[in-house]
Structures are given as structure tokens and as C-alpha cells.
């Protein structure tokens, strides 16, 4: 607040957990999400309950006192160790930050003199991200999962697109085999783990609807993970409602 003074902070990016779930193990989509998207890394993304205290309390502390600051902040959660793999398909640790440090500066384009420690660098690449994921219009890694639970309001997790081949998660029937393929070829669309073109995924079958429009089922979007209802019917066609222009989602 000192450092801002009289202007209003638009976006804030923290490395840290800033939602929560009452998953088993307090697993969150946006961890498993991460986790399946890259592999090489995916031990760096840790079961929540298991996280040390700055991770699981500090951040969400730092996130509670800036919305009771500036109620309109937007508070986006980042992942910079992953993100920089996702970006540079190389790792880096804390001790040996130097050639990541040299990377990002010609990536972003930014004075990185100043930065010498790989903490420095985390927070440099939280900052980058909230700016580029706001202007850019990244999806948000937030789903509306009835486990998740949200104590400093409304959050992101933006996040740039992920590669094809590791972000839909696919079990196509061109490389699955026997009994699997077989029973997706039966049930078409409707088979669970079915993608379309658009990238959304069938996960599960919901309530029957009642009406003439047929049997709902739970799909979830290959890009930012969001899950909505849809129609039987719509399911071969569908975009994403949350970053891909699609049709509101049906409640299920």
C-alpha cells in the first residue's frame, strides 16, 4: 500500500495456493491439469495438503490482505518453475537460476540485471505472467468444481495455451485398443473420454434432463479445464463457454 500510494493496483500474481479444495488429498483440477501437461515436471506440482506453510498459508494471507485493499484486484495464482519449463522446455532450480535468468530476459524483453537468485526470478516470472495472462487473454486453470473452495473471493490461475499433443489429455480410438475402442466406437460421442474437434472431453453422465433435448453429460474443456453440462446431442460440436466462445454450459 505504501508503494502504491493513491494508484490502484490492477492485477497481482502470487506463487502460491490462493484456492482450495476439499478433494482427497486436497487435489485441485488445476494441479492435475498441470500434472498431465507436463510430465518432466509434474513432481514440482505437490499435493496441496502436503505444501509448506508459505505456500498453503503465506500466499493466501498476502491474497486476503490485498482484497480487503483493493476489493476489485485481481488475484492470479502462478506455478513460475513450470511455467518457465512450459515456455522453455528446460528446468531450472533456486540454486542454479543463472541461465534461466539469461533466457527470460530475452523472452520477456525486460532488464533483468537487477535479478540474481532464483526467488527474485519466481517473482519476476509471477508478475510477467498476471500482465501477459490479462492482456493476452490466457485461460484460467480455475474451474467451478464443487470441491473447490475460494477464501479471498473470485481468483485466476492464467495460463498460456497448452502443447496439443499433452494438453487434451487424449485417449482417442486411434490408440486404444480391444475392449476400450471397441465400446467407444459403440457409444459414439456419448462414451466417456471422448474428445471432438473443439477439444472437450466427455468426463461423466449427469441427470437425465426431462425434457425432449436428451441425457446430459459432463464435459470438460482440453484448454483451461473448465467442466459444464451439455446435451447429448451438442456434444460433437461444442466450444468452450469459458474461453472459446461456446454457448452457456447447463447446470448438472
Known sequence: QRECGSTEPRAAGIDAMLHWSD????????????????????SSVLSPNGLYGAMAIGGMALALRLRALWPNI????????VLAFALRQERHTDLEPTAAITWFAQHSGLDLAGVRTGHELDAVLSAWATREGLYKGWAT????????????????YLWPAFP????????????????????????????????NRNRQEVTGHAA????????????RCGVCSHEYGCYDSDIFQRRCPNHDRGAPGQAY
Do not use: C
Request: aromatic letters at 6%.
Open 164 to 195: 496439443v499433443a499433452q494438453s487434451t489429455d487424449i485417449r482417442s480410438p486411434t490408440v486404444q485398443t480391444g475392449t476400450a475402442r471397441t465400446a467407444r466406437a459403440k457409444q459414439g460421442t456419448t462414451a466417456i473420454g471422448y474428445i
Open 208 to 219: 437425465e434432463s426431462g425434457d425432449d433435448h436428451g441425457r446430459m453429460y459432463v464435459l
Open 141 to 156: 486453470l480455475v474451474t467451478h468444481h464443487p470441491s473447490l473452495i475460494f477464501p479471498a473471493g473470485p481468483v485466476d
Open 74 to 81: 485481481l488475484l492470479n495464482e502462478t506455478h513460475p518453475k
Open 23 to 42: 478433494a482427497p488429498g486436497g487435489w485441485r483440477p488445476s494441479d492435475k491439469r498441470l500434472r498431465d501437461a507436463y510430465p518432466p515436471v509434474r
